[in-house]
């Protein structure tokens, strides 16, 4: 067994190698409308407004981070990255909020996005949109907490449309789904095997709900869990409907680094979506690939959220800029004048 381990660490190097120089891809081109420099002349310290924001906001709780993170993924994943996750229901319809997927949303998290809106809106005036402070926060979630810092397409403009009904069931990638299940969603969106893995690799920070894994532990253990691992988890989740909560990567929770892959590689992923993507043969090559090379992981990284930033976005006349993130502006006048109205009749009742 000793002498098989060199020759283990020299395949897993090899293929590191392989990977990096096959995979690893200069910065991916961006859809009409959106740009690089897109608020240089009307509104230029927009990025240091919301990093400056947030650095205040993850001294105080970095978990928010990942709140962030994930609330940008759920945002783009279902009708695209226009921020209709954020609306509130209306007569308009339902709000993507309620559906069960993302019930576990951080509620803090839409009220971060809209202070931001605010300060950034008083700075500059109602320019930039809440789709593209979300992308920014989002940036700025996976660099204040150890990650690669990179460039961010802007441009894009808030929706005014719901999305249907379960649209969040069909595009969202749940916990219990398998490598199938993922290849076959995020082809959809023109993603592929190193993007799914990549993506994935933002479960380095975050937490999970007991009630996304416990079918990994009752009434039989996951063979593809490690025992000591759900022995802890056991301790945490006693029961199949405990509603405790537990850290994504055991190994630095609060850091954005590679150790999620390293966890996966000792089959410690938490949910059947992290652990399937080292057990089938398709995606091990991969997760071995970032676990042993950060920088590689890093590198793909930022190029699958680059592509992902850009799925479906409204851009130019599309959509509308938004003045509260959480309602859409005709929604915004209905309710004024419905409030002015009231206003009114409590005047002349007092007349």
């Not at 759920?74 to 009708?79: A, G, K, N, T, W």
């Not at 969040?168 to 023109?190: E, M, S, W």
């Not at 390293?262 to 089959?267: E, F, G, K, P, S």
Request: proline share 4%; with cysteine.
């Amino acid at each position: 067994m000793a002498s098989s381990t060199p020759l283990l660490l020299i395949s897993c190097v090899l293929l590191a190698s392989c990977f990096s120089a096959t995979e690893a891809q200069s910065k991916p081109p961006i859809v009409n409308g959106l740009s690089w420099t897109f608020y240089k002349s009307s509104c230029p310290k927009v990025e240091s407004i919301i990093r400056n924001e947030l650095k205040k906001v993850f001294k105080k709780d970095v978990g928010q981070a990942a709140g962030l993170l994930r609330l940008h993924f759920h945002d783009c994943f279902v009708q695209g990255c226009d921020s209709s996750v954020l609306l509130d229901g209306s007569a308009g319809g339902p709000s993507e909020k309620s559906e069960l997927p993302n019930l576990t949303l951080r509620k803090e998290a839409f009220k971060i996005v809209n202070n931001l809106r605010e300060i950034v809106h008083k700075e500059c005036g109602r320019i930039v949109s809440c789709s593209d402070i979300v992308a920014i926060a989002a940036r700025d979630s996976v660099v204040l907490t150890g990650g690669p810092d990179y460039d961010v397409p802007l441009g894009r403009r808030d929706g005014v449309v719901f999305a249907q009904v379960n649209q969040t069931f069909v595009d969202l990638v749940g916990p219990d789904a398998n490598t199938t299940t993922i290849l076959t969603k995020l082809a959809r969106k023109n993603l592929d095997a190193t993007d799914a893995v990549a993506l994935s690799g933002a479960h380095t920070i975050g937490i999970g709900h007991c009630t996304s894994f416990t079918d990994r532990l009752y009434p039989t253990q996951d063979p593809t869990m490690d025992k000591t691992f759900a022995n802890n988890l056991k301790l945490t989740c006693p029961k199949i409907d405990t509603s405790n909560i537990t850290f994504l990567d055991i190994r630095s929770p609060n850091k954005f680094d590679n150790k999620y892959f390293v966890d996966l590689m000792n089959r410690q992923g938490l949910f059947t979506s992290d652990q399937d993507l080292y057990t089938d043969k398709r995606t091990r090559g991969i997760v071995t690939s970032f676990a042993i090379n950060e920088t590689l992981f890093f590198e793909e990284f930022v190029l699958s959220m680059i592509k992902m930033g850009q799925l479906d976005v409204l851009t130019g006349n599309q959509g509308e800029i938004r003045a509260n993130c959480s309602a859409r502006n005709s929604d915004n006048k209905y309710l004024v004048s419905i409030t002015e109205e009231e206003n009114m009749g409590s005047s002349a009742e007092m007349r």
